[in-house]
């Protein structure tokens, strides 16, 4: 097992389980994987597929730091074309039970993480990431932020970019600050970003 430098990168669907528990098994059973595809395929600075979790797709990249700049525009890319995925799938499956409602159910939050300390390992064809800080990354899904749709950036991360002023790369919404309180992991702060005025 070797460390690297390495992003990490977590887009998750939100509204996920009640979408599976509440709406036709058919229908969910469609929507989610197109989903997670569209994720995938909208992927275009070079992340690599470590897992798909069920309702998130685990990216991650080694070695040099995409710029600031291009790293928003990635995540805005995800959350625009994810929008427009869901509403295809709402006129697609217009006569299924439910199927008007997709838009309003699921959403997508994306988080981001780095570490000079994770580990990949290979297992079978998949590049599993081990190390602490791959569970900040999940831990950070699981926060206090009262939005549901946003792009979560750790202060790890945001300090790798200090000659790079974020504010001039979000023009569209307030960036605010937060943070989670671990046991094992200590105080992990980080900056979000409200994704919903995009969709205005």
Request: proline letters at 3%; glycine letters at 8%; one cysteine or more.
């Amino acid at each position: 097992m070797q460390a690297k430098s390495t992003i990490v990168c977590i887009p998750d669907i939100s509204g996920f389980t009640s979408f599976m528990s509440d709406f036709d098994f058919d229908l969910a059973s469609k929507v989610i994987p197109s989903l997670l595809n569209n994720i995938i395929y909208s992927n275009d600075i070079g992340f690599k597929v470590s897992e798909i979790e069920g309702d998130a797709v685990l990216f991650y990249r080694n070695g040099k730091l995409p710029k600031l700049g291009d790293l928003i525009a990635q995540c805005r890319f995800f959350y625009t074309e994810f929008y427009k995925q869901l509403e295809q799938l709402k006129i697609k499956y217009k006569g299924k039970k439910g199927a008007s409602k997709i838009p309003k159910v699921l959403g997508l939050k994306i988080i981001l993480h780095y570490s000079e300390e994770i580990g990949l390992v290979q297992i079978g064809k998949q590049i599993k990431l081990i190390g602490e800080d791959v569970i900040t990354t999940h831990r950070l899904l699981k926060n206090n932020i009262e939005i549901s749709e946003y792009i979560l950036i750790s202060d790890a991360l945001m300090d790798m970019y200090t000659s790079e002023s974020i504010d001039d790369k979000v023009d569209w919404t307030p960036i605010k600050k937060g943070e989670i309180q671990e046991e094992h992991l200590g105080k992990v702060g980080f900056t979000y970003i409200d994704l919903t005025p995009l969709l205005e």
